[in-house]
């Protein structure tokens, strides 16, 4: 690497080199550097482009404002000379060469130096979290009686509300983020078209008030557009049934006042050009490619009813998910819904088309290569372009925290690390050919602590895999948890660690919807279905014996932790003990949750019921059924099944719910 580039990449928090998940030092090639400098509005295509770059660089005065100043509350902070903070609520606070440490918690301006700048004050940490378990859900997964196809915002607060009654604290569902609205509808919640908007594909056309307005002949047509429940969930029947369905209920629709939320009336534009021109806003005709192009007004105003129809379908999803938080505030819940925020997005979608300014154009978001994939991952993400939130006041990224948090008593955020680093991948690169990123922790992890505080919500970290020690650290300091899995919680001998050794600032679960589910992990089935689809890197019979191993060392570790049935004593006391059947073993893996100092403990409705398909196979696109696996019981199913009971009764008894105080004598 050449001096001079390794500088200007350094400058610009691009990493020349980085470690692996062996410990081992990689070096990043020269190319991927100058192409991710590229999406960085940075030349380094020649040794006189880069000199210039440098010299850019280091002609910055370091000791000048930055375009966006993060202070923590509590602390104070030099300035370059005396300046005036305009505060959230309009007041005015003269400040001479140091901001102080008592500053109010929000969004202020800071004037100094003959500049003018965003001051965001974060708060040190957030409360700790309450000790508490819940239930982790895919909530197309879910059906009833009453959902279209499909598990929907109804099924949920049915489910939440019983939840609640039942002793659990806490509902953790997949993204709900909203998808392009034209066919084929993407299945995978992890590939959003926006995060700041909900998918109406989980609206229940039946718990509107256009339905209920709606006149009896009407409502019988809507009624005959439910489709029924197949093997496999048919995203495109759902949304062509739902979407007929709403149309026909519309004219009995309130009017949406567009003007009251720009945002909201430019992701309503999006879908409307959508529906004519597709999902992806790149291969629009030219003049759309920017929402404030004149030809895009000319189309909203074209397009006038169809916009409004998509900004009413969001207001439905504010409405039910609104009964959500109700039910699960009357449930006495002491978390909530905890909803999941993607780590990033479609770039052909509507944030990548309305965010464009903020956004590294071209950038594939991934991760190096790991032992489980060998050639890296590429998740085909938009990423963020770090300078360019500071250089707006991080307004794009508060805004998207602000609307997912509006009905959350907590928030999952997937791969965490990527506050801190992202590993971009440019174009025209393999997935193995991407650098690290860096972005300013201290403003991304503050700012996300500055909104779940104003939201009330717990935060929880997705902080698995490959991860630098700063980043556990930073959500501990936060009082932000990380996660603990069980198939990971292990020694570097391989065998399992007990539960009482497992960090207590996290959310414990037994798996991931990434992961094998227990039955699964127990039958061998992760092993046979990667056979089956050609994903193995070895021979089947190695991949078999080392889940075997798997099993007897998990076995082993619950074995010793008396988390498994004892044999009975009597006459038969002195015979071999009988291997426990996989219903008991997977008893005794929620066992070992319950007995873990996590704070937080989700169960898997999959493991529970028996279920041994994993709902999504990394590697795979059409090969596997992902996100389409429906649970093999109906929401009334699930309340009835003494399997369920059991880990409820389990779960509740090791972490009871805190009783309400009595109210005042009279």
Not at 102 to 112: E, F, I, K, M, Q
Not at 158 to 176: M, S
Not at 183 to 203: D, E, G, I, K, Q
Not at 364 to 380: C, E, I, M, T
Request: with cysteine.
């Amino acid at each position: 690497m050449n001096r001079r580039l390794a500088a200007l990449a350094n400058a610009h928090g691009v990493s020349t080199w980085y470690e692996d998940w062996r410990h081992r030092r990689v070096a990043v090639a020269p190319d991927t550097v100058v192409g991710v400098l590229g999406l960085l509005g940075v030349d380094a295509s020649s040794p006189s482009a880069i000199a210039d770059a440098l010299a850019a660089a280091r002609a910055v005065d370091r000791s000048a404002l930055p375009e966006t100043v993060v202070l923590t509350q509590g602390r104070s902070r030099a300035l370059p000379g005396p300046g005036v903070v305009t505060l959230e609520d309009g007041g005015r606070r003269a400040v001479d060469g140091e901001l102080p440490a008592d500053l109010p918690l929000g969004w202020h301006r800071l004037a100094c130096a003959d500049r003018e700048v965003t001051l965001v004050v974060v708060p040190r940490r957030l409360p700790v979290p309450p000790s508490s378990w819940g239930w982790m859900l895919q909530l197309y997964a879910l059906t009833s009686e009453r959902s279209w196809g499909m598990g929907d915002l109804g099924d949920l607060a049915e489910f939440t509300g019983w939840a609640g009654d039942t002793g659990a604290g806490l509902v953790l569902l997949n993204p709900l983020h909203a998808v392009g609205p034209a066919h084929p509808v993407a299945t995978s919640p992890y590939s959003p078209a926006s995060r700041r908007f909900v998918n109406p594909l989980y609206l229940r056309v039946s718990d509107t008030a256009a339905y209920r307005a709606a006149d009896p002949a009407t409502r019988a047509v809507v009624d005959a557009l439910r489709p029924d429940r197949g093997p496999l969930i048919d995203y495109d029947e759902v949304w062509a049934a739902k979407r007929r369905a709403l149309e026909l209920l519309h004219p009995y629709a309130q009017p949406v006042d567009l003007a009251a939320d720009p945002a909201l009336t430019s992701f309503a534009t999006w879908c409307a050009l959508a529906e004519r021109h597709g999902n992806d806003w790149r291969a629009w005709p030219a003049e759309l490619h920017h929402p404030d192009a004149p030809a895009v007004a000319e189309q909203r105003r074209r397009l006038a009813d169809r916009v409004t129809f998509h900004a009413w379908l969001q207001h439905l999803c504010d409405e039910q998910l609104d009964a959500v938080t109700a039910a699960a505030r009357s449930a006495g819940m002491p978390v909530g819904v905890l909803h999941d925020l993607a780590v990033g997005i479609d770039p052909g979608g509507a944030d990548g088309w309305q965010l464009a300014d903020v956004l590294a154009q071209g950038v594939r978001v991934g991760a190096p290569p790991d032992d489980f994939n060998q050639l890296g991952q590429d998740w085909g993400l938009a990423a963020w372009r770090p300078d360019r939130l500071a250089a707006t006041g991080y307004a794009a990224y508060r805004d998207m925290l602000r609307r997912v948090l509006r009905h959350a008593g907590g928030l999952r955020v997937d791969h965490v690390a990527g506050l801190w680093r992202l590993w971009w991948v440019p174009p025209g690169g393999g997935a193995a050919e991407g650098t690290y990123v860096r972005y300013d922790a201290e403003a991304m992890l503050g700012i996300l602590a500055l909104e779940a505080h104003r939201a009330g919500a717990v935060v929880v970290g997705e902080d698995l895999g490959t991860v630098q020690p700063a980043v556990t650290r930073g959500l501990r300091g936060r009082n932000m948890l990380g996660s603990t899995v069980l198939w990971f919680a292990r020694d570097e001998a391989g065998d399992f660690v007990p539960p009482a050794r497992w960090p207590r600032n996290a959310l414990a679960t037994i798996s991931t919807h990434d992961l094998p589910t227990a039955p699964g992990f127990l039958t061998g089935e992760h092993v046979r279905v990667r056979d089956e689809l050609k994903l193995l890197g070895t021979d089947v019979a190695v991949e078999r014996a080392r889940a075997a191993d798997d099993r007897d060392r998990l076995l082993t570790m619950l074995a010793a932790e008396r988390l498994l049935p004892e044999p009975a004593v009597g006459s038969e006391s002195a015979e071999p003990a009988k291997t426990p059947d996989d219903g008991e073993v997977v008893v005794a893996m929620h066992a070992a949750l319950a007995a873990s100092p996590t704070r937080l403990v989700g169960v898997s409705l999959y493991d529970v019921l028996g279920e041994v398909r994993q709902p999504n196979m990394p590697g795979t696109v059409d090969e596997y059924p992902n996100w389409r696996l429906p649970l093999p019981a109906s929401v009334a199913q699930i309340r009835a099944d003494p399997r369920v009971t059991r880990i409820v009764d389990l779960l509740s008894a090791a972490r009871p719910r805190p009783a309400d105080p009595a109210p005042p004598e009279q």
